[in-house]
């Protein structure tokens, strides 16, 4: 198994919702990762798991708060969003420090 | 800081034609590289990388990149293109020793192919 999965593959929200952003792996990787990409940028990171703790908050507002339940699985729990906040959530993998990431296919996400 | 350049922000080519893509990073010490492909409704995938040894690394699809670590550039090319390379291409810098598990992504740059 290679693959990183993420659900759901879109997401409309109103700003008082509360949802939650799923990514999952089997490839054994100890590093999990939250980007969000707008239209036509680069991704841009947002948290970092390494040994299932979180190592890494790119200043994100509190609005998004990421949990590790376990290696295998990343959420990303979004509250009170706002219409900024639409774009494409990637979740990402890798073994360790310093290998190689493999991207999920994100989550298309709406707030109205 | 530390940044990535990729000039070339739209690149238009024909079918056969070749294909070299820049990327330029500002990083003094050693890093890992990596050139991402994201498809039209894709997800990033991974083309190549290049983490130590030879500075010329062949990747999927045809694609090869060279390091060339006096000049802070890591460059894409492709011989021949196809159609089906329409995409946007990213290029991405770790710097190593770190402990970062950082990537720099450059702006990108979107390939269309004119068949």
């Known amino acids: 198994d290679t693959e990183v999965t993420q659900t759901p593959k879109h997401l409309v929200m109103g700003m008082t919702n509360k949802k939650s952003l799923k990514c999952e792996q089997h490839m054994g990787h100890r590093a999990m990762y939250w980007y969000k990409q707008k239209a036509k940028k680069p991704p841009e990171l947002m948290f970092v798991?390494?040994?299932?703790?979180?190592?890494i908050n790119e200043s994100v507002p509190s609005r998004f708060s990421p949990e590790c339940p376990n290696s295998s699985l990343l959420n990303l729990h979004l509250h009170a969003l706002q219409p900024e906040d639409s774009a494409l959530y990637l979740c990402a993998s890798s073994l360790g420090v310093q290998e190689t990431q493999y991207f999920g296919p994100g989550t298309r996400l709406l707030v109205l | 800081a530390q940044s990535v350049s990729q000039h070339n922000h739209h690149v238009i080519l024909s079918e056969a034609a070749s294909l070299e893509l820049g990327c330029n990073y500002s990083?003094?010490?050693?890093?890992?590289l990596f050139w991402y492909v994201q498809y039209p409704g894709q997800h990033l995938q991974l083309l190549l990388k290049?983490?130590?040894?030879?500075?010329l690394v062949k990747g999927i699809k045809g694609f090869e990149a060279e390091f060339i670590k006096s000049k802070f550039s890591f460059n894409l090319r492709k011989p021949s293109v196809q159609w089906s390379d329409t995409a946007e291409y990213f290029c991405a810098v770790n710097p190593k020793g770190s402990g970062t598990y950082k990537y720099i992504f450059g702006t990108g740059t979107r390939l269309k192919v004119l068949a």
């Open positions: 290049y983490f130590s040894g030879d500075p």
């Open positions: 798991y390494s040994y299932e703790k979180l190592s």
């Open positions: 990083y003094g010490g050693t890093v890992n």
